[in-house]
């Protein structure tokens, strides 16, 4: 058993077993309880670039978070709105923005990094991006510079929230919701302050010289720190971890970038509610069915970790989405990867202990040693 499959069993037990054993009933199923389950790329692709599947309805994931975040938030809206919200976001995630960004907020912690990879220290790299992840965010939200002890905090916060989700979640209950409820108001209230001081340097100014309310402001908060920072803390130690296990020699970081992500693929289900008949694959749906888009299943039907293979049209990213939902962070999440992968990648850094995380949504590494080879 490879070491992937072993994150996948320590957070998911039960659940993953029942996933991958869904892959082989066929590209497309109906489960009772569960749903209409896609397991094939180019399925998937055209559920998600077809409006006829909403994120807004019954099952979607419109029902997790809209008593938290309120109704317009881009991870629950549909049609001329969240079109509109979204052009107004799209120029604060322009590639150049957000890597100078992510230059600015990273550069102490990436030299004090390489510092202690070149002393051969030992370090666990998933307490490394946890501080990292949590203190890009703190700039996005906000709260500019912050110590390492504020972005932990940030980070584990954000934790909370999304760990209360599962693969089998429809919605929160009450007190899933008051708890993240509180942890998002604090948020909010971080976003409005910088929003209401107008600096542009920061996104939140940004946000209010593009003409977003205030309210908009808080509600794209509180999805950024949501989606933000687990992304980019589990994905780093897996890609490490991948390249240690293959023994591979990057030579294009982009393409071994999106091959770990087909691999470990940040969101492994996607779900859409029905919101008109059609027909999904060969299954005939009606309004109010549940589509449960595995990703996972997906993606890894093109076989284990192998930069050198060229990804196929339909399976292009599709773990960020497709279409008029494909993720607008994308081009932040990747700037911070590729920072600090340069990084460790300079050192040409090893796995020394590894241990996986329990009880989380995303598949991950409750801790990852490593030190320059």
């Given amino acids: 058993m490879n070491h992937e499959t072993r994150l996948h069993l320590a957070a998911h037990p039960f659940a993953y077993p029942l996933v991958r054993l869904l892959a082989r009933l066929g590209p497309v199923v109906r489960v009772p309880g569960l749903g209409v389950v896609v397991n094939d790329t180019a399925t998937a692709r055209a559920v998600l670039t077809d409006g006829r599947f909403r994120k807004d309805g019954p099952g979607s994931p419109g029902d997790l978070w809209t008593p938290v975040l309120g109704p317009s ?126 600096d542009e340097s920061t996104v939140m100014g940004r946000m209010r010289a593009q003409e977003l309310s205030a309210a908009e402001a808080r509600g794209a908060a509180g999805a950024f720190f949501l989606t933000g920072t687990e992304t980019v803390a589990t994905f780093v130690p897996r890609l490490v971890a991948l390249l240690h296990d293959h023994g591979t020699r990057v030579d294009d970081l982009d393409r071994v970038i999106d091959e770990a992500m087909r691999v470990t693929t940040p969101t492994p289900v996607m779900l859409r509610s029905v919101g008109e008949p059609a027909r999904v694959g060969r299954v005939a749906v009606r309004p109010g069915d549940r589509v449960v888009i595995v990703t996972h299943n997906c993606a890894r039907a093109y076989g284990p970790f192998d930069p050198s293979r060229r990804h196929p049209p339909e399976l292009r990213r599709i773990w960020f989405g497709a279409g008029a939902h494909f993720c607008i962070g994308y081009p932040l999440a990747l ?22 995380a329990r009880g989380v949504l995303i598949p991950t590494y409750e801790h990852l040693w490593i030190r320059a080879a």
């Fill in 73 to 198: 938030v881009l991870l629950n809206m549909e049609g001329p709105g969240h079109a509109a919200l979204r052009r107004k976001l799209m120029p604060l995630f322009t590639p150049g923005y957000v890597s100078a960004l992510v230059a600015d907020v990273l550069r102490e912690p990436l030299d004090e990094l390489s510092a202690r990879l070149g002393r051969g220290e030992t370090v666990d790299l998933v307490d490394v991006m946890r501080t990292m992840a949590g203190a890009v965010i703190c700039r996005v939200i906000g709260l500019g510079e912050v110590s390492t002890a504020r972005a932990r905090e940030l980070f584990a916060e954000g934790e909370r929230v999304v760990s209360m989700v599962s693969l089998r979640s429809r919605r929160l209950n009450e007190r899933q919701v008051a708890i993240a409820r509180g942890v998002l108001d604090r948020i909010g209230d971080i976003a409005q302050a910088a929003y209401e001081a107008g």
């Fill in 335 to 356: 700037a911070e990867i590729r920072a600090v992968a340069s990084v460790l990648l300079s050192h040409d850094v090893r796995v020394v202990r590894r241990r996986a």
